[in-house]
């Protein structure tokens, strides 16, 4: 199986730019099509799609929320970090069957 | 608008088995895939398997075949999934999500239903 390295948290101030990075064992790339997508998820909810192939904002998603990158290393981006924010972001493959999910990372208020 | 809604929490005890649902509206189910993900308490996400609407077909990640069952009722729009032998492993928050047919990402995804085995 994939697998997908997050960092466990990141402490951001508010109006700040926060980085969260992703790097797959293995490309997660087929020619141009990067198969890595972000999820945001609040405690108690279900998961929300932000970016899907690795720099498409999903439908309702503020310009605010980016995503870049290819092969193994990924980077969602958020700019400026507003309060509603805080949560669990977590990246996703479907490059290979099982997709897989990183383990998620944290954002917090510094 | 696009609804996933999900089966209330279970309890169950060791050994036994429960099938959860996910009833769906605003779009044409036959015309995309159900999958249907774990997530244990403070944990990663697994993916389970996946279902296509259309025709029942189903994948499974190798580590839960034989634990979960997926199947659809096309009539209600409805996808299950069956959960067999439950042990302690097993309690966790069950998401289903609708699965693009192309690059196979999650666009929408239910409340989640929590089960719990315990004696």
């Known amino acids: 199986d994939i697998v997908l390295t997050q960092s466990p948290v990141l402490a951001v101030s508010l109006g700040q730019r926060a980085t969260i990075s992703c790097r797959a064992s293995?490309?997660?790339?087929?020619?141009?099509?990067?198969?890595m997508h972000w999820y945001q998820q609040k405690p108690g909810q279900q998961p929300k799609l932000l970016i899907y192939?690795?720099?498409n904002l999903a439908s309702g998603i503020p310009a605010r929320f980016s995503g870049s990158g290819s092969g193994t290393d990924f980077t969602l981006t958020i700019d400026p970090v507003q309060a509603d924010d805080i949560a669990a972001y977590y990246c996703?493959?479907?490059?290979?069957?099982?997709?897989?999910f990183g383990a998620g990372t944290k954002l917090e208020l510094k | 608008e696009v609804q996933l809604q999900q089966s209330g929490a279970e309890l169950v005890k060791p050994g036994a088995s429960v099938k959860l649902s996910c009833k769906t509206s605003?779009?044409?189910?036959?015309?995309?895939?159900m999958s249907w993900l774990k997530q244990m308490p403070g944990q990663n996400i697994e993916w389970i398997g996946n279902i296509y609407g259309g025709n029942g077909g189903t994948g499974y990640n190798q580590k839960f075949k034989g634990k979960a069952t997926l199947t659809v009722d096309k009539s209600s729009s409805t996808a299950y999934m069956d959960l067999s032998s439950l042990t302690s492993e097993d309690s966790a928050v069950y998401f289903c999500?609708?699965?693009?047919?192309?690059?196979?990402?999650?666009?929408?995804w239910g409340p989640g239903t929590m089960v719990t085995v315990s004696s």
């Open positions: 192939r690795a720099s």
């Open positions: 605003g779009y044409t189910f036959s015309n995309y895939y």
């Open positions: 293995q490309s997660v790339s087929i020619s141009s099509i990067n198969l």
């Open positions: 996703q493959q479907s490059r290979e069957s099982p997709n897989t």
């Open positions: 999500a609708r699965g693009t047919k192309t690059y196979w990402y999650f666009d929408f």
